[in-house]
C-alpha cells in the first residue's frame, strides 16, 4: 500500500528510510525503506521542505534527470507512427496499382484459341440436326476455299444467328463449323463483355475482334448474345448504359468488316424476340438457322450417340425411348441416359437396364417424387383425384397417349400425378383445334369433377390447383388469342408487350374498351362452367368403376396404364 506525503515525512524522521531519489519531471520520489522495499510517492511540485528534512536527518537523497529517457520514448512514439504511415500509404498504392491492372485485364480476352480440341468436333457428332447443318455447310466451304465465292463475285454472310431452345446444340453446331473446316475458334458468352467499369465491355469487343482478324480466317462465337443484344432504349426511362455501349461497339465492328476477310461471327440465343433490330438486319447478321427441339428419328441419333460410352442392355431399345421422350432437347437426352448410369451403379449393376431407364426418365419428367400422405382419407381422396381425370381422358378423343398413373407426386404438387405423352404430330406441326384445346380443359377438370361427385361440392379440396391454371390458361388462349370464342375470329391479346422495365405498366393498357373485357372475362368463365359440367356428365354413371380403381390405386400406389384402359373398356362393354 503507497504511504502518504505526510507519513513520508514522520518516516524520514524516524530514521525508516535509508535512501531517497528524486525526480523533478515527475513530481515524484523511490523510496527505500530499511526493510528493503521500495515505494513511489507523490510530492509537491519543487519540493524544499523533503530537500530539509532529508539533509536534516542525513538521508541520502539523489536527483535523477529522465530528459534523455523521455527524449528516447518520444522518438520511438514518432518514428512508429511515421512507420504505420507509410506502410498504409505503401499498401493503398499497391492496391490501387492492382486495381488498375485488373481494369485492363478486363478489357483483354479471357478465352484461348484451342485447335486440337476445336478438331475432334465435326458434323458427325452433330446428331439430329441434319437440315441445319446442311445449312452451315456452305460456311465450311468458304472458310476452306473462299476464292469459289470472289470468283462469283458473291460475299459470305458476316454473322449467323442460330435460335433455339436451351440444350439443342447451338453451341455444338459452332464448334463443329471450326472443326470441319479446321480454323480456330474464339469462343466467349456475351455477360463477360460487360463488367463494372464503363467502357470496359466496348474495349474487350475490340480486342476480341482485333484477334479474330488476326487468325482470319476464324470463326467468333458470342453465346447468349441477348445478354447485351437486347433493344436499346426499352422500357422506363431507356438508357445509356454499360450493356449499350458494348451493343454500339460490337455493332460498329460488325459493320467494319471488310469483304470476304474470312471472320465468320456466329451467335446463340434463345430470345431472339428481344433483340435490338440493328443487330439482326442484313449486313451484320444476315443468316437466321432455327434449332428446333429434335423429333423422334432424331433423338434416337442422339440416344445412339450418348450412348457409345454406356454398356446398355439388350433390351434397351433406343427407338422405343426416343417414342417416350418427346419434347427433349439433346441436353436432356444425353442427361436421361447419365441418370440412367448413375442409377446402375448406385445399385451396383454393370450394364444399364429398362429399370434404370425408367426411373431417369420420371425424374427428368416430375423431378424428386416423394411418397404419399399416411392419412388413409386424404390418401383416398387424391386417389379420386387422380382417377377421375384419367378416365376423362380415356372418355373423350385426344392424341396424347395414358402413360403413368401414380400416387407419388413431386415436391411442392399436392396430389399425385396423371402423366400424358404429347402427341408428336401435334408438337410438330404446331396446329391446335378448337376441339383439341377444349377437350384438355375438359380433362384438367376430372379431378374437381370426381370430388364433386364422390364429396359433394362443398367438400371439394385444392388438390387439383395446377389443373385449375391451366384451365384458365387455356380457356384465356381460345378466347383472347386464337378467336375460338363467341367474341368472333378476332385476336385480342397483343404480342408486342414490353419485355423490360415498366412491362407491368404498359400490360395494363389494354387496346379493348372494358366492355370488351368483361366480356373476355365472361367468355372465359362460360368455357370452365360448361368444362365442369361436361366432365361430371361423363364420371356421373362410372362411380363404381371409380371406386374399383381408387381401391387399386391406394393399394398399390401406382397402376399401369393398360389395365386402367383394359377396366375402362370391360366396363363399358358391360353396361
Given at each position: ?14 530514521g525508516?528510510?535509508i535512501s ?12 527505500e525503506?530499511i526493510n ?18 532529508s ?7 539523489t536527483?535523477?534527470d529522465?530528459?534523455s ?16 504511415f507509410?506502410?498504409s500509404?505503401?499498401?493503398?498504392i499497391r ?7 485488373n ?5 483483354g480476352?479471357?478465352?484461348q484459341v484451342?485447335?486440337?480440341d ?6 458427325d ?8 447443318s ?13 476464292q ?16 433455339g431452345?436451351p440444350?439443342?446444340?447451338k453451341?455444338?453446331l ?10 480456330p475458334?474464339?469462343?466467349i458468352?456475351?455477360s463477360?463483355?460487360?463488367?463494372m ?7 474487350r ?13 476464324c470463326?467468333?462465337?458470342i ?6 443484344g437486347?433493344?436499346?432504349?426499352a ?5 445509356n448504359?454499360?450493356?449499350?455501349q458494348t451493343?454500339?461497339?460490337?455493332l460498329?465492328?460488325?459493320d467494319?468488316f471488310?469483304a ?12 431472339p424476340d ?5 443487330l ?15 423429333n423422334r ?7 445412339t ?12 431399345n ?7 421422350t418427346?419434347?427433349f ?9 447419365n ?6 451403379a ?8 429398362s ?11 416430375f423431378g ?9 382419407n386424404?390418401k383416398?381422396q ?5 382417377i377421375?381425370?384419367?378416365l376423362?381422358?380415356?372418355?373423350l378423343?385426344?392424341q ?20 400424358f ?14 376441339n383439341?384445346i ?11 369433377a ?6 359433394g ?10 389443373d385449375l391454371?391451366?384451365?384458365?390458361f ?6 383472347t ?7 368472333g375470329p ?9 419485355i423490360?422495365l415498366g412491362?407491368g405498366?404498359?400490360?395494363n393498357?389494354?387496346?379493348y ?7 373476355i ?20 354413371d ?9 381401391d ?8 399401369e396404364?393398360e389395365?386402367?384402359i383394359n377396366?375402362?373398356?370391360s ?5
Amino acid at each position: 500500500m503507497s504511504k502518504s506525503y505526510s507519513q513520508l515525512l514522520r518516516d524520514i524522521e524516524s530514521g525508516e528510510i535509508i535512501s531517497i531519489i528524486l525526480i523533478p519531471n515527475r513530481r515524484e520520489v523511490i523510496v527505500e525503506f530499511i526493510n528493503g522495499e521500495r515505494q513511489l510517492i507523490p510530492i509537491f511540485y519543487n519540493d524544499q521542505k523533503i530537500l530539509r528534512i532529508s539533509e536534516e536527518y542525513n538521508v541520502p537523497l539523489t536527483v535523477r534527470d529522465i530528459r534523455s529517457e523521455q527524449r528516447l520514448a518520444n522518438f520511438i512514439t514518432g518514428f512508429g507512427l511515421t512507420l504505420i504511415f507509410v506502410l498504409s500509404l505503401s499498401f493503398l498504392i499497391r492496391r490501387s496499382s492492382k486495381l488498375l491492372n485488373n481494369m485492363q485485364k478486363f478489357s483483354g480476352r479471357s478465352s484461348q484459341v484451342n485447335e486440337d480440341d476445336i478438331k475432334t468436333y465435326t458434323f458427325d457428332d452433330v446428331a439430329g440436326l441434319n437440315e441445319e447443318s446442311d445449312e452451315l455447310k456452305e460456311i465450311v466451304t468458304f472458310l476452306r476455299n473462299p476464292q469459289i465465292l470472289i470468283d462469283l463475285g458473291a460475299k459470305t454472310p458476316k454473322g449467323v444467328l442460330l435460335v433455339g431452345p436451351p440444350g439443342t446444340g447451338k453451341t455444338l453446331l459452332a464448334r463443329a463449323i471450326a472443326g470441319e473446316a479446321e480454323v480456330p475458334f474464339f469462343s466467349i458468352s456475351a455477360s463477360e463483355f460487360v463488367e463494372m467499369f464503363v467502357g470496359v465491355g466496348a474495349g474487350r469487343v475490340r480486342d476480341l475482334f482485333k484477334s479474330a482478324k488476326s487468325k482470319s480466317p476464324c470463326i467468333v462465337f458470342i453465346d447468349e448474345i441477348d445478354s447485351i443484344g437486347r433493344q436499346r432504349g426499352a422500357g422506363i426511362g431507356g438508357g445509356n448504359d454499360e450493356r449499350e455501349q458494348t451493343l454500339n461497339q460490337l455493332l460498329t465492328e460488325l459493320d467494319g468488316f471488310e469483304a470476304n476477310n474470312g471472320v465468320i461471327v456466329i451467335a446463340a440465343t434463345n430470345r431472339p424476340d428481344i433483340l435490338d433490330q440493328a443487330l439482326t438486319r442484313p449486313g451484320r447478321f444476315d443468316r437466321r438457322i432455327d434449332v428446333s427441339l429434335p423429333n423422334r428419328k432424331a433423338r434416337h441419333k442422339i440416344l445412339t450417340v450418348h450412348a457409345r460410352s454406356k454398356p446398355l442392355c439388350d433390351s434397351v431399345n433406343l427407338m422405343d425411348w426416343a417414342s417416350k421422350t418427346p419434347g427433349f432437347s439433346g441436353a436432356d437426352l444425353q442427361n436421361l441416359l447419365n441418370e440412367a448410369a448413375i442409377y446402375a451403379a448406385r445399385n451396383g449393376k454393370s450394364f444399364i437396364g429398362s429399370i434404370e431407364m425408367d426411373n431417369a426418365l420420371d425424374k427428368a419428367r416430375f423431378g424428386l417424387l416423394t411418397k404419399p400422405l399416411s392419412d388413409p382419407n386424404k390418401k383416398r381422396q387424391i386417389a379420386y383425384q387422380i382417377i377421375g381425370k384419367t378416365l376423362v381422358s380415356l372418355l373423350l378423343p385426344s392424341q396424347d397417349k395414358l402413360e403413368k398413373i401414380s400416387l407419388f407426386k413431386s415436391l411442392g404438387d399436392l396430389s399425385g400425378m396423371t402423366y400424358f405423352t404429347p402427341d408428336e404430330e401435334t408438337i410438330d406441326s404446331g396446329l391446335l383445334t378448337r376441339n383439341y384445346i377444349y377437350n384438355k380443359i375438359v380433362i384438367s377438370l376430372g379431378a374437381r369433377a370426381a370430388e364433386i361427385i364422390i364429396f359433394g361440392s362443398k367438400e371439394v379440396t385444392q388438390g387439383s390447383q395446377k389443373d385449375l391454371e391451366n384451365v384458365y390458361f387455356w380457356a384465356n388462349q381460345m378466347v383472347t388469342k386464337f378467336g375460338f370464342s363467341d367474341l368472333g375470329p378476332v385476336a385480342y391479346d397483343s404480342e408486342k408487350d414490353s419485355i423490360f422495365l415498366g412491362k407491368g405498366i404498359m400490360k395494363n393498357r389494354k387496346e379493348y374498351s372494358q366492355r370488351t373485357s368483361k366480356e373476355i372475362d365472361n367468355q372465359i368463365i362460360s368455357i370452365a362452367n360448361k368444362a365442369i359440367k361436361d366432365a361430371i356428365n361423363l364420371l356421373s354413371d362410372k362411380v363404381f368403376l371409380m371406386d374399383t380403381l381408387v381401391d387399386e390405386l391406394v393399394i398399390n400406389e401406382t397402376l399401369e396404364s393398360e389395365y386402367v384402359i383394359n377396366s375402362l373398356n370391360s366396363y363399358l362393354s358391360n353396361n
